[in-house]
């Protein structure tokens, strides 16, 4: 795929997420609230059998999946995007845990599970 082909794919996808967008007023202004599905087909919630290599089928960029997000954001014209890595630390969360750019901030249950998890974090 060309680099325009990719900008040209992610207005469109911009564009479909801008379809489903929620507004919620608070006490000093209206927030719109963008959701990016995590899958494309209902099929996909129960397949278990998801790696990295899956996801990410270029070597040229370690962080595709992180600037993706992040030009998407852009066009949307967010100021904060949230990524929920429910599923800690795995091959899936790589790229958000290991990309120096990204802001983290870790919220966790007190669970000896969880909070030994943190801990290696740190």
Do not use: W
Request: aromatic fraction near 6%; hydrophobic fraction near 40%; charge should be negative.
């Amino acid at each position: 795929m060309q680099r325009g082909d990719s900008e040209v794919n992610l207005q469109k996808l911009a564009e479909l997420i801008r379809l489903s967008s929620v507004e919620t007023d608070t006490d000093t202004e209206s927030v719109e609230f963008y959701f990016l599905p995590a899958y494309r087909r209902v099929n996909q919630i129960a397949e278990t059998n998801v790696s990295l290599e899956k996801i990410v089928r270029t070597q040229d960029n370690g962080n595709i999946i992180t600037e993706a997000i992040s030009k998407i954001g852009k066009i949307l014209g967010a100021d904060l995007i949230l990524t929920d890595l429910r599923a800690g630390i795995t091959e899936l969360s790589a790229p958000f845990l290991f990309d120096s750019r990204v802001l983290k901030y870790y919220v966790t249950s007190t669970s000896m599970q969880s909070v030994c998890g943190i801990h290696v974090m740190k």
